[in-house]
């Protein structure tokens, strides 16, 4: 069985019982929920008033918001990611607010997600330098609009059938401008690819500059995990455990998983990885070349 989204099988139903019983919202049925987090849930759905085109899509409920000005950051940056085109980027097909409730709706994927990848085994240099190159030209395109994804994890990168990676899921997405609050709640899945630069602020909830740097710093911690099997960061019991392993753990060599051109490599990995957002590279292409410089 083919899998959407990651979520589960994909479904041909018939026209007559598909809609019946279903849940409506914002003028689509919602089939299935395939999948919830601290931020919303995802639905497999479908226009009602276009249900002969048979054109079912991801839709996106966030968690429902008094906060105006929180509801406007988000349509203004989901507006921008609609118009985006890039082939490594998942496509937003339409984006709305009904009954004080945002919502977007996505092109359906087949195929799995990292995270579901790496479970099964670490990934060749050459794999490992053709992901990250993708996933790089997806969020450069995305920083080059204003807008920081961070939330780069495994779940949050799709693999398609046809070879391409896709950035999915940017309900975290905020542009750098805004002043962003964070706390422990809702990111204990994500928090050990959270560079440090966010750490000194978890705790108390304060306000931190925001900037691509973020997902530099992400996207090389999914590396290192595709290339060893290990995250470079790790958690023995929670948050905290997690905070302390990003703040003081000495990243290890590649050379002890015993990964070709191990030493070559080590160097943009540990750059993208600096504990000083200045020290990294410059714009996250830059660490996707040097990495595949160091893999030749």
């Not at 003028?27 to 919303?40: Q, V, W």
């Not at 988000?74 to 118009?83: A, H, K, S």
């Not at 630069?197 to 900037?211: A, I, N, T, W, Y």
């Not at 905070?243 to 050379?255: C, N, R, V």
Request: glycine letters at 8%; a negative charge; hydrophobic letters at 40%.
């Amino acid at each position: 069985m083919k899998n959407f989204w990651g979520f589960g099988p994909w479904k041909k139903s018939k026209k007559d019982s598909e809609l019946k019983g279903k849940p409506r919202f914002a003028g689509f049925a919602l089939l299935e929920r395939l999948g919830k987090g601290g931020f919303g849930e995802v639905f497999y759905a479908i226009k009602i008033e276009s249900y002969e085109t048979g054109q079912y899509v991801a839709l996106k409920k966030l968690q429902e918001s008094q906060d105006e000005q929180e509801k406007l950051r988000f349509q203004r940056e989901i507006r921008t990611l609609f118009n985006l085109n890039h082939p490594n980027v998942v496509k937003v097909l339409e984006f709305g607010e009904e009954d004080n409730v945002c919502f977007y709706t996505m092109e359906i994927l087949q195929g799995e997600n990292l995270g579901d990848r790496l479970a099964q085994g670490t990934l060749s240099v050459e794999q490992t330098v053709s992901l990250v190159k993708q996933v790089a030209g997806g969020l450069q395109a995305v920083h080059q609009q204003g807008i920081v994804h961070r939330d780069v994890k495994p779940e949050n990168i799709f693999l398609c059938e046809d070879g391409q990676a896709k950035l999915i899921d940017f309900g975290l997405a905020k542009d750098p401008t805004d002043a962003v609050k964070i706390t422990l709640q809702g990111t204990a899945g994500s928090i050990l690819y959270m560079p440090p630069e966010v750490m000194p602020v978890l705790h108390g909830s304060q306000d931190f500059d925001l900037k691509p740097g973020y997902d530099q710093f992400a996207l090389a911690a999914i590396a290192f995990e595709a290339l060893t099997g290990e995250r470079p960061f790790k958690a023995q019991s929670g948050a905290t455990s997690a905070l302390a392993s990003i703040m003081f753990t000495e990243l290890k060599s590649l050379e002890e998983f015993d990964v070709p051109n191990s030493k070559a490599l080590d160097a943009p990995l540990h750059k993208a990885l600096s504990h000083e957002i200045s020290a990294r590279f410059e714009t996250i292409m830059d660490f996707a070349e040097a990495l595949e410089k160091a893999a030749i």
